[in-house]
Nanobody, 124 residues
Framework: QVQLVESGGGSVQAGGSLRLSCAAS????????MGWFRQAPGKERAFVAVITRSGGVKSYSDSVKGRFTITRDDAKNTVYLQMNSLKAEDTAVYYCAAVEGSYPRREAESFRYWGQGTQVIVSA
């Protein structure tokens, strides 16, 4: 089992950048595919990005492709989400998620472990 703790959220103006971190504990993060999701007020939790155990495959939602980058540092048991060129519509609570086994589908139900979330607010 793994515990996930996100950090790095905050308030930023449109066009700015933030880097979110997800620290894993309890079991080495290298055992898991890792993902980021986000949930805006009144909306369902939505896929943002995923990275495989090896780090060799990454996938992004169309809305963030080219602006966000997911990386992992298994020596630090940490996954990152670098967010550039932020837009007001990126405002949401961002969640880190993890799952073992096969490469997950890009939906929340495919992930088993979740962090508590970190708030990102982008002002226009």
């Amino acid at each position: 089992q793994v515990q996930l703790v996100e950090s790095g959220g905050g308030s930023v103006q449109a066009g700015g950048s933030l880097r979110l971190s997800c620290a894993a504990s309890g079991r080495t993060s290298s055992s898991y595919h890792m993902g980021w999701f986000r949930q805006a007020p009144g909306k369902e939790r939505a896929f943002v990005a995923v990275i495989t155990r090896s780090g060799g495959v990454k996938s992004y939602s169309d809305s963030v492709k080219g602006r966000f980058t997911i990386t992992r540092d298994d020596a630090k048991n940490t996954v990152y989400l670098q967010m550039n060129s932020l837009k007001a519509e990126d405002t949401a609570v961002y969640y880190c998620a993890a799952v073992e086994g096969s490469y997950p589908r890009r939906e929340a139900e495919s992930f088993r472990y979740w962090g508590q979330g970190t708030q990102v607010i982008v002002s226009a």
